[in-house]
């Protein structure tokens, strides 16, 4: 498996989506959209306190790689041409031994409109194909139904349950662990 370079992250596209790499100025951009306590129900995060706290998490993430550098950072900004407006973000985390997660937000105002499942579409096409990885990942809290349809809309398969994975919110949280391997992706796109 070749390794994400972090000096070739470019723009992605679909017929109406632009994936653009994430960098300071989208802190604004996205900020209020991020405010949604919805996006939060099922992760341990809570919305930015600041647009200066997100820039400079947007800081961060420009470096496309962890300090340490043992992990690839690919987060991108969805872009929807036809509205003229954000309607998320998702990313892949890619460890340098081969392991790479996805994960992806859609602003609550935007559900319900193809668009997690077209920007996923994506991502899995431009990490397989670019990248050429083996085996893509997500794991997701399993009270969030609308999330583990999509990664099943896209051919991920359940792998295992995590029990008791995290606490946030005053719950235990579950969590699904999903895989997709790049063949079952390329059978997929032949059909």
Not at 48 to 63: D, F, G, H, K, N
Not at 164 to 171: C, E, I, P, R, S
Request: proline share 5%; glycine share 4%; net charge neutral.
């Amino acid at each position: 498996m070749s390794k994400p370079a972090t000096e070739s992250v470019r723009e992605l596209r679909s017929e109406t989506l632009i994936l653009e790499p994430i960098v300071q100025a989208h802190a604004a951009k996205l900020f209020d959209d991020l405010q949604a306590p919805e996006l939060y129900t099922f992760i341990p995060h809570n919305p930015p306190t600041s647009i200066e706290s997100l820039r400079a998490r947007y800081e961060r993430w420009e470096q496309r790689q962890s300090p340490d550098g043992s992990e690839i950072w690919l987060n991108f900004a969805v872009f929807h041409r036809p509205m003229n407006a954000y309607v998320g973000t998702v990313q892949a985390t890619c460890s340098k031994t081969g392991a790479t997660h996805i994960a992806y937000d859609i602003f609550p105002k935007y559900w319900r409109r193809g668009f997690a499942r077209d920007a996923c579409t994506v991502l899995v096409s431009y990490l397989f194909s670019e990248h050429k990885l083996d085996i893509i990942s997500a794991l997701l809290d399993t009270r969030n139904k609308a999330s583990w349809k999509l990664l099943e809309s896209l051919g991920f398969r359940q792998i295992r349950i995590l029990k008791n994975a995290d606490t946030f919110k005053g719950a235990a949280s579950d969590e699904f662990e999903y895989e997709l391997n790049q063949l079952d992706w390329k059978q997929r796109d032949s059909k």
